[in-house]
């Protein structure tokens, strides 16, 4: 074993190891998984290909930075690589870009700054994260994707110069990109395919309270199909109408990043890497974590893709830990989701009830509307829940809450109810905090759940 | 069964029925209680005795009235005794008070507006909450306790007359007194016999932080014992000092009220009624609900006693679905508290780190500091985040939180996971929601439990 005083501040660390651990993509996972495996193996030697300028970075950010909340694309980054490199011994090849994998002999060939590599790894971590669907565009000058912080500043550049803009796509980043530009002061179209805003979020009850806020901002066209984006993206053709504007950010999903592995590792049914709970590949030595990467749903025991930051970080975690020595497990996701829309926050854990039915579970649910506050505390705002449970076991499937207080916390109390198998009797149960400045005595989720039980 | 259309709007119902339900205290518990079993039995007879005007009223809320924020004392009220009486048929009895119960021949004798009453039941509901603990005192024209709200109009119109207020007490009640007369412009002296204040809902490194907190406004008193309190409340020696006051709020607690049913019914080892799972007491058609009863520790599985008002209010609701015929098991208690000074919330769950230990378990805990919202987000706050678990099942026992956002959601996510003896690793696997406005990417408590994971 190597002291850490041995080292010397270069920019590349030689360690004198028995075994490499290489990490490919340098956001949540990658960094999270080098991390850890750093603190269980403090001599192993560790490289990490980033192909952009930004590690540990933070997409989630991107609406933010546009919308003017902050200015320096530094804060995108949890830590810089220098922070990776000096502080945690983490070979970070930043703008290197992985041209190809060889599995079997535990190879991976790179091309960047250091011109080409080719490095032999004892473990390897693909973290290569998400990337944005793309549409069929005539040119493209004009159509932008909000993905990757590395291009925020470029991003926000063109955005601020334009005034009318067209967002497809009424998910969690369109409503997001909606809010930040309207903050902007832009004009903004919203046009989505659904039949209200975040539909892969909320069911309709509470969807529509989010499209009726968010069109008093915006022009929401909602159940448009796009058939055509032209000149660059600045007209926009629908089956419903025709759009003329200065710039289209297409915001319609993303797909797991699996290009460098496709056909090589084992990719499970919705497209991203299959692995194991210990988050391993089909080879031994080789495991996946991030975006890229399948898991399974806990509520229906199916395999599901959540490309979520927090996710990611765990899964990283739990990669690192057994290239570590210490055996994780990952125990699957439950697709809790939250965003804002100015005053407004939404969250949702579980199953939406149309995907409940789907599963093959008999769904019930409840919706109320209560108040955030005591009856006499002044302030109170309007907080509208919904909870999905099933029939025959009487478990709890799924939770939404749109309102403008204390809906995060709500949610984390409900993705642990329903990690668990929590029955609507025991998250009635559940012994809420009570606070008259920002809850009520009969806490909204616990009156939706008593509902639920009644009927 | 009699129609509800076949009811007469008068003040109290005649009904033909075969059973009666007499509830002895109208709070939350008992107007759970009884409305829950009017839902099961439309046909039953109701009758509650309440000793005040005020029928499901919020003890909770007096600090907030006495604060100004809000002026009609009829909002202590979730539904007035006219609402109880008109819409739920049952026969609220205000200003009558129960003077003696005689368990063997099912009978309640009563005093109030109707007279002297004497009425049978077949199911009883002992309902009659807490009362604040007292302390001795030479006269107590000056002696203010905060605890029914059907005294708050006096309270409140005596208390804003004077300028100079002892507050002895630096619990949950204590502390509220403290922010609610410190904004009112009053000089407060607040004396404390424990090491800090809110020292049974936090441990000691939280527990500073809003001692230092309240001590910026208010004139702190750290384990000073208060020896006497005399002239009617205008001077309290304590074993470190004296103090000239105009008017003292004694804050020490509360305690059980079972004047009722003393030698009657079996009391637990806590002071308050022992009931089984039905909570029902050691007569069968007698059920006890609420601050008068005795609970079980969830973590600990020993009797308990937690006198907070969700708690009562399901404590009736499961009382009145046994006597409606419906059965149903109330689980026990995990101590949920939640309160705020000024802008810091303070949260807890479960265990204090002593108090585990002196339940037998072998306590481990981590404390971090951390902010509220993404790096790169305006406008973060510090959130304190300790949590407590045992060595030995790595069972998480406690969680207890100080900050200035969102700190209730995750203390009732922590309440879910206690109650369902999540471990370390369980409860490091919340899917908790990630939104950079209010939270990050590895959220405080995670960031506490990983802390504590590793150790």
Request: glycine share 10%; net charge neutral; charged share 25%.
């Amino acid at each position: 074993m190597i002291l850490q005083s041995q080292y010397k501040k270069v920019f590349l660390y030689k360690i004198d190891s028995m075994e490499k651990l290489i990490v490919i993509g340098g956001g949540a996972a990658g960094m999270s998984a080098s991390s850890k495996a750093r603190r269980l193996k403090p001599q192993m030697e560790i490289e990490v290909f980033e192909a952009t300028k930004m590690v540990s970075h933070a997409p989630c950010g991107i609406p933010y930075f546009v919308e003017g909340l902050f200015d320096n694309e530094e804060l995108f980054m949890t830590y810089t690589p220098e922070f990776f490199i000096e502080n945690r011994k983490i070979n970070v090849r930043t703008n290197t870009k992985v041209t190809e994998i060889d599995l079997n002999s535990r190879i991976v060939y790179a091309e960047g700054k250091y011109g080409k590599t080719k490095s032999e790894y004892d473990y390897l971590v693909i973290s290569t994260g998400s990337k944005p669907k793309r549409l069929p565009t005539e040119g493209e000058d004009r159509v932008f994707y909000m993905h990757h912080p590395a291009e925020a500043v470029t991003l926000r550049q063109k955005l601020w110069s334009l005034n009318t803009i067209a967002i497809i796509g009424g998910g969690i980043l369109g409503v997001e990109a909606a809010e930040a530009l309207s903050e902007r002061g832009k004009k903004v179209i919203l046009i989505h395919h659904g039949k209200y805003l975040l539909n892969k979020t909320l069911d309709a009850e509470l969807g529509k309270i989010i499209t009726d806020r968010v069109s008093r901002d915006v022009e929401v066209k909602i159940g448009e199909a796009v058939k055509e984006i032209k000149q660059g993206g600045r007209t926009i053709v629908t089956d419903k109408g025709k759009y003329e504007v200065e710039g289209t950010i297409v915001a319609v999903g993303v797909e797991p990043n699996t290009e460098l592995v496709k056909g090589k590792l084992l990719l499970g049914e919705t497209g991203a890497i299959k692995v194991d709970e210990y988050m391993r590949t089909n080879y031994r030595e080789v495991y996946s974590a991030g975006d890229n990467t399948e898991s399974v749903n806990i509520v229906t025991g199916k395999p599901y893709w959540v490309p979520f930051a927090p996710v990611a970080n765990k899964m990283g975690y739990v990669a690192g830990s057994n290239i570590g020595g210490e055996p994780m497990k990952f125990p699957g996701v439950v697709n809790t989701q939250i965003t804002k829309y100015k005053e407004y926050f939404v969250g949702r854990v579980g199953l939406q009830e149309e995907e409940a039915r789907k599963y093959g579970f008999h769904p019930v649910s409840a919706t109320i509307s209560g108040k955030t506050r005591a009856r006499y505390y002044p302030g109170a705002k309007d907080i509208h829940v919904k909870v999905i449970a099933d029939e025959d076991t009487k478990r709890v499937l799924g939770a939404q809450i749109v309102g403008e207080e204390e809906v995060l916390g709500r949610i984390d109390m409900m993705a642990a109810a329903i990690m668990k198998g929590f029955t609507i009797e025991d998250t009635f149960f559940i012994e809420m905090g009570y606070l008259p400045a920002i809850s009520r005595v009969w806490d909204p989720v616990i009156v939706a759940i008593r509902k639920l039980m009644r009927d």
